[in-house]
């Protein structure tokens, strides 16, 4: 379900909550599906319930998933969200592509590069 790279320089709560917006994003999740338990899924992922906690708060706050009192976390629709995350990873990717077009490269291989060539 989720995969924690202890080696990766982001916290723990933020690789939770960015594999469980992938999930929710590419429709493993989808809308109204309910989440695990924040214990339940601290204990699948061996990591403290406060992490998790953090994680689910985030998501909540973004408006990619919903507590309802009593009866769990569920998926929310996900229209809106997603195109705020969109916006927040074009600021990320616009300065990459300034420097790689400062350092030659052509439009055809950036869509060679989009397209999944020279791994």
């Given at each position: 379900?989720?995969?924690?790279?202890?080696?990766?320089?982001?916290?723990?709560?933020?690789?939770?909550?960015?594999?469980?917006?992938?999930?929710?994003?590419?429709?493993?999740l989808r809308?109204?599906?309910?989440?695990?338990?924040?214990?339940?899924?601290?204990?699948?992922?061996?990591?403290?319930?406060?992490?998790?906690?953090?994680?689910?708060?985030?998501?909540?706050?973004e408006g990619?998933?919903?507590?309802?009192?009593?009866?769990?976390?569920?998926?929310?629709?996900?229209?809106?969200?997603?195109?705020?995350?969109?916006?927040?990873?074009?600021?990320?990717?616009?300065?990459?592509?300034?420097?790689?077009?400062?350092?030659?490269?052509?439009?055809?291989?950036?869509?060679?590069?989009?397209?999944g060539g020279?791994?």
């Amino acid at each position: 379900m989720i995969h924690l790279d202890y080696r990766d320089a982001r916290p723990i709560y933020e690789q939770v909550k960015d594999g469980l917006r992938k999930l929710m994003v590419t429709g493993i999740l989808r809308v109204g599906d309910k989440l695990p338990s924040v214990r339940a899924l601290a204990v699948e992922l061996a990591i403290n319930p406060n992490t998790i906690q953090r994680a689910y708060s985030q998501l909540e706050a973004e408006g990619y998933i919903v507590s309802v009192s009593g009866k769990g976390t569920f998926v929310a629709e996900l229209e809106h969200q997603n195109d705020q995350r969109r916006a927040e990873l074009e600021e990320k990717v616009r300065p990459l592509c300034d420097e790689l077009r400062s350092l030659g490269m052509t439009a055809e291989e950036w869509v060679q590069l989009w397209e999944g060539g020279n791994k």
